[in-house]
């Protein structure tokens, strides 16, 4: 048993400390990023805001709404491709109706513990292999620097950052596991650049200054389901003005997808029932604005710099629950 006594913060933990600013105005925060990545050898061009590969926000209606503003969205893997050819290529798949054949720009690989043996050698494996050794390679989910390493190292081009923070994930209560995402997402990605990498903070965004905290934090990408929930590019059905989401490892999605819960597993998700928010739009311009305008007060001009030009102030934790 070893504890480590160093402080580890959620975005709840701290605040940007606003700094001078050669900005004239919030709307010229360049928010488009370009990435080129290690293995794949790859380049995207974009604002670097994922919607989460879950049941309610990995849609193809999701997809559509988000390539509007160069987002990208992470379709549930349950979802079908072969009747959704147009939508497809939004997102970079070639699709043979004959042959079904697929050249995929982007694969997720996503599991609950990026931290077993098996998961790694599956990183492997996928870079090696013929049909995938050029994609850019998405993979996690870990929380640790030693181990965003592990991952880039076996091939991935991309870790998700996260054990635990999502707001309809129970991982914390039923096994005691996790890491507070603020300090997760300033260590790994810290370790990654060191090697090329990038990382994506997944979970724990709560409202768009979290997501101005990520990136300030060092993250490339943040991954967003809570707060990409209840739109009408959702899955799911309104009932009286509000729509179901839930957790990718709860008994919900279980049963949904699996006819039952295994004996040998928790259920580490919940089930919630949010407000119905009509288009994503909304939200998404809400965020973007919330970004700009904290670029504007941190003095970078573009979402890249802003890494360079944040500072953490911590926060009396007990003072910011009064006022907020």
């Keep these: 048993m070893r504890i480590v006594d160093d402080v580890k913060l959620d ?46 926000t990995g849609t193809w209606p999701m997809n559509k709404a988000l390539v509007e503003f160069g987002m990208l969205t992470a379709i549930c893997k349950f979802l079908h491709y072969i009747p959704l050819k147009n939508a497809i290529k939004t997102i970079g798949l070639d699709y043979n109706l004959d042959e079904i054949e697929y050249d995929l720009k982007w694969i997720c690989l996503d599991v609950a513990n990026g931290y077993t043996e098996r998961f790694m ?27 965003t390493e592990e991952i880039i190292l076996a091939g991935a081009d991309i870790v998700k950052i996260g054990i635990g923070p999502g707001s309809v994930c129970t991982t914390r209560k039923i096994t005691g596991v996790g890491f507070p995402q603020l300090s997760a997402t300033i260590e790994c990605a810290d370790a990654a650049h060191g090697l090329g990498g990038h990382i ?26 809570g707060m990409f929930a209840g739109h009408d590019e959702c899955e799911g059905t309104v009932e009286n003005g509000k729509m179901s989401f839930y957790g990718m490892s709860s008994e919900d999605a279980q049963l949904k997808h699996y006819g039952k819960k295994a004996s040998h597993r928790a259920s580490e998700g919940k089930k919630v029932y949010i407000e119905h928010k009509g288009s994503v739009r909304t939200t998404v311009e809400e965020i973007l604005g919330g970004l700009r305008s904290a670029c504007t007060y941190a003095g970078a001009k573009t979402l890249k710099d802003l890494p360079k030009c944040t500072t953490f102030v911590k926060v009396n934790r007990q003072l910011n629950e009064v006022f907020s």
């Design 11 to 56: 975005f709840s933990d701290v605040l940007i400390r606003p700094k001078r600013s050669t900005l004239e105005s919030r709307k010229n925060a360049k928010l488009e990023r370009t990435f080129r990545f290690k293995h794949s050898k790859q380049s995207w061009t974009g604002v670097p805001i994922i919607a989460a590969n879950m049941d309610h």
């Design 121 to 147: 050698d599956f990183v492997k494996t996928s870079r090696q292999h013929e049909a995938t050794k050029n994609s850019i390679i998405i993979a996690g989910n870990v929380c640790t620097p030693e181990a």
């Design 200 to 225: 994506i903070t997944d979970g724990g965004c709560q409202v768009p200054g979290d997501i101005a905290k990520s990136f300030g934090a060092g993250a490339d990408f943040v991954m967003l389901g």
